[in-house]
């Protein structure tokens, strides 16, 4: 191989792995290609080198090392995020495993760089006020009022995903018995889900505003664009601010398509509804995943305890354990 050989190798990931053979998604490919952008850049200051003249045997384990302690220390990633840049680095090494098998001592010493681990904080999600607060505020008499209102309502009532929000078409909406909304989600998976008779009625007023832009996108930027990333923050964040004068908690909280998610899946797990429904709802692959809102709602039920007066006890006298059994337990 050249002393150029990395470009090449790249290109082909993102061309025959990632889009011909996985058929990813468009938001994988994107997040991918956002971590090769950074990391190209640092590789560039690093090593004094264009990205296009790179050879493979100079992306080694010391410079990817150092690509990951920058992002924390000087542009202040989470370590979910680190974590996040090291999985696709890792998914294009294992591609380089069997296009450049001569590396192979190279790409194992890569592929064995960890994952970092960190606290997991509880799920958080909104009250059923702040809610009812947020969906009150985007003014209806508008065009952008009304469809910020449809998209949150939506949003907030399935659990879909940001990407899977914005990728929504309007022949994804199914009306009549058993309404519900057709996505392509995560691994490529197709799955319905249910539209309550509330959120339908809004949706079909909704589909009789006039249509902008010929892509068929159902919540359409002004131009009739796809919303972007940062389209949808502004108009929750936006929202959001004004809510927060008549339901105050909403000042101390950030509004995400991804907190919206999780309102959803903690309002069905209080509902009583299995966590084995509640995975399927969200698209999650394990049931495991759905543990998280569990975690969250005995957090809940630890408070409420807090708050009352529990009976009282009456502890027992301590009795000395066997002393070969407890070197045992103190193993």
């Known amino acids: ?15 025959e792995r990632l889009m011909k053979q996985r058929q990813a998604s468009a938001h994988t490919i994107l997040s991918y290609r956002d971590t090769f952008r950074q990391f ?41 995020s680190r974590n996040l840049r090291l999985t696709a680095i890792h998914s294009f090494f294992r591609y380089v495993a069997f296009e450049a098998p001569a590396h192979a001592a190279q790409i194992q010493r ?12 509880l799920v ?14 985007p003014d209806q008499h508008t065009w952008h009022g009304r469809r910020d209102h449809a998209f949150m309502l939506l949003a907030v ?14 022949e994804d909406l199914v009306f009549g018995t058993g309404a519900h909304v057709r996505v392509i989600g995560k691994g490529r998976k197709e799955r319905c889900t249910p539209i309550a008779r509330p959120t339908v009625a809004v949706l079909k007023g909704w589909l009789r505003e006039p249509q902008r832009g010929d892509a068929n996108v159902l919540f359409p930027n002004a131009r009739g664009e796809r919303l972007s990333v940062h389209g ?35 309002d069905l797990l209080q509902a009583g509804i299995d966590r084995s ?11 495991e995943t759905t ?41």
């Open 110 to 121: 890569v592929l064995a760089i960890p994952s970092k681990r960190y606290t997991r904080t």
């Open 232 to 266: 949808v923050q502004y108009l929750l964040t936006k929202h959001r601010m004004v809510a927060s004068k008549t339901c105050p908690s909403l000042k101390q909280k950030r509004v995400t398509v991804h907190r919206l998610r999780h309102t959803m899946a903690m």
């Open 291 to 331: 543990q998280i809102y569990l975690e969250a709602t005995l957090a809940m039920k630890e408070q409420a305890l807090a708050k009352t007066s529990p009976p009282r006890g009456k502890s027992g006298r301590y009795q000395p354990g066997d002393k070969l059994l407890g070197f045992l337990n103190s193993l």
């Open 157 to 170: 009532q399935t659990g879909l995903r940001l990407s899977e929000m914005t990728g929504l078409k309007r």
């Open 40 to 80: 190209l850049k640092f590789a560039q200051q690093r090593l004094h080198k264009a990205p296009s003249r790179l050879g493979f045997a100079e992306i080694d384990t010391p410079l990817i090392m150092a690509f990951l302690d920058d992002l924390e220390k000087r542009k202040k990633v989470s370590v979910r």
């Open 277 to 287: 429904v509640i995975a399927m709802w969200l698209g999650h692959e394990s049931v």
């Open 1 to 15: 191989m050249t002393t150029s050989d990395f470009a090449p190798l790249l290109e082909r990931f993102f061309i």
């Open 124 to 137: 958080p999600f909104l009250t059923r006020p702040e809610v009812d607060a947020l969906l009150a505020a």
